[in-house]
């Protein structure tokens, strides 16, 4: 009931509708994210993104639109340094991971003043999303889904059997560079909400929570965006009653929803 209450307020629907938002992406890629063992790129492209950030605070635009540019851009060069150099995924995950860290650390310290709101970019503030912030989460929440719809088949071909998927005739290269694309555009979505510091908890946890009850992909992906919703809706109820960050707690709850729904699943 508290939490109807505080709809009301403006910020409190831009909060709840920017969680909903983020959950879809979260949900499809995420399943994506849990079935192909990729779940590590996701927090290397996650931190990578700080440098994007420290770009815009340091040439005075959004740092959320620098984020989506250094996301991207670290999404088709970890693809290509492993496809092409034949250097491990891991490490090229630690590349990308500490370069875009250590660019994000320089601008910002190049920034001229204090840089008010990074503590948000790193934990999340998704009590101050703006609704021009909606706008673009929406924006990359389509791009994502017309992406899976048209690319569903080659996705679940790779993510299962990358080996026997290129012996069928997949390009398997071009689809791993576009999945990465999407992990890059769902970290851009999920900074607003919990930061860059949890993004990888929130694109494996509710995946890896529905993989505990179906092996099917496409059912992953629909109860992975289901769980995000009530991670997210319960997560912003508990920080309002509390007053304690709701990135956090959004986190916190899906963790522990994990560890009921693996200890019930053992006694079952």
Known sequence: MILWEALQYEFMRNALLAGILASIACGIVGALVVVRKMSMISGGISHAAFGGI?????????????????????????????????????????????????????????????????????????????SSDLIVMAVLDAVILVVVYFLYEEFLAVSFDEDFAKASGVPTERVYLILLSLVALTVVILIRVVGVILVIAMLTVPAVTAWQFSRRLNEIMLLSSILSIIFTVEGLWLSYIFNIPSGATIVLVSVVTFLLASALKKIF
Not at 92 to 104: K, P
């Open 54 to 130: 420290g770009l815009g605070y340091l040439l005075g635009f959004d740092p959320l639109y620098g984020a989506l540019a250094f996301t991207t851009a670290s999404a088709v060069i970890m693809g290509f340094i492993r496809e092409r150099m034949g250097i491990s995924e891991d490490s090229a995950i630690g590349i990308i991971w500490v370069t875009g860290m250590s660019l994000g650390v320089i601008l910002i310290g190049l920034s001229p003043g204090y840089a008010p709101d990074l503590f948000s970019y790193l934990f999340g503030s998704i009590l101050a999303v703006p």
